[in-house]
């Protein structure tokens, strides 16, 4: 596996991670939600409530967790981009960009 394929599964594990985190969220606020709405109805045992607030406390773990890992993953794939950008620019030759232009819009013309 060459590195332009290491990097780009790389990518491919950050935005499943990030789908993953939206997913947490969502729920997270679900959670959230339906615990206010069980605390608003008089009906509802202590033990209920408070086992509700345990299962938020666990996503947010869960959140924070992911967070942490795509912090770290992050870093490593915009250090790629920026390295491969300095190599982009320093090998480019304007002259030769130019001329590719240029030869583009007379074939067009």
């Given at each position: 596996m060459g590195y332009d394929s290491l990097i780009r599964s790389h990518y491919e594990d950050l935005n499943n991670m990030s789908t993953m985190l939206r997913n947490?969220?969502?729920i997270y606020r679900l959670l959230i939600s339906s615990?206010?709405?069980?605390h608003a109805t008089s009906v509802i045992k202590k033990s209920e409530i408070k086992h509700a607030l345990e299962r938020?406390?666990?996503v947010g773990e869960l959140i924070?967790?992911?967070l942490k890992t795509i912090k770290k993953c992050e870093g490593s794939y915009v250090k790629y981009c920026s390295l491969k950008?300095?190599?982009i620019v320093a090998n480019t030759q304007k002259e030769s960009i130019?001329?590719?232009i240029h030869d583009?819009?007379?074939?067009?013309n």
């Open positions: 947490y969220i969502e615990t206010v709405d069980l938020i406390d666990d924070d967790d992911l950008n300095e190599v130019l001329t590719e583009d819009i007379d074939y067009h």
